[in-house]
Nanobody, 119 residues
Framework: EVQLVESGGGSVQAGESLRLSCAAS????????IGWFRQAPGKEREGVSC???????YIPDSVQGRFFISRDSAKNTVYLQMNRLKPRDTAVYYC?????????????WGQGTQVTVSA
């Protein structure tokens, strides 16, 4: 059974940092692209990062320079380091996975972790 379990969310002040973790199981970790999406109330889901099976990373302009993604094959875990957080980063963050490269559609989704940034 495929599982993506997010952790590390919480409430912080603007300017602070958080590191989200996504622990993956049930598939061959190194063969999969792992990414992060977020969704704020009333807004569309937005992709905020992805790291492909070959280690290439994709970060959209909206969070470029503040969000960084990495993967640890020994722990089957992907990390999203979020720095200089802003209130508009408030959302539920979801870990996603698909085989190979970062591209739609993603086959697996985690349950999400809440990130709240106050001014």
């Amino acid at each position: 059974e495929v599982q993506l379990v997010e952790s590390g969310g919480g409430s912080v002040q603007a300017g602070e940092s958080l590191r989200l973790s996504c622990a993956a199981s049930g598939f061959t970790f190194d063969e999969y692209a792992i990414g992060w999406f977020r969704q704020a109330p009333g807004k569309e889901r937005e992709g905020v990062s992805c790291i492909s099976s070959d280690g290439q990373t994709y970060i959209p302009d909206s969070v470029q320079g503040r969000f960084f993604i990495s993967r640890d094959s020994a722990k089957n875990t992907v990390y999203l380091q979020m720095n200089r957080l802003k209130p508009r980063d408030t959302a539920v963050y979801y870990c996603v996975a698909k085989k190979g490269l970062c591209d739609y559609p993603y086959d697996y989704w985690g349950q999400g972790t809440q990130v709240t940034v106050s001014a």
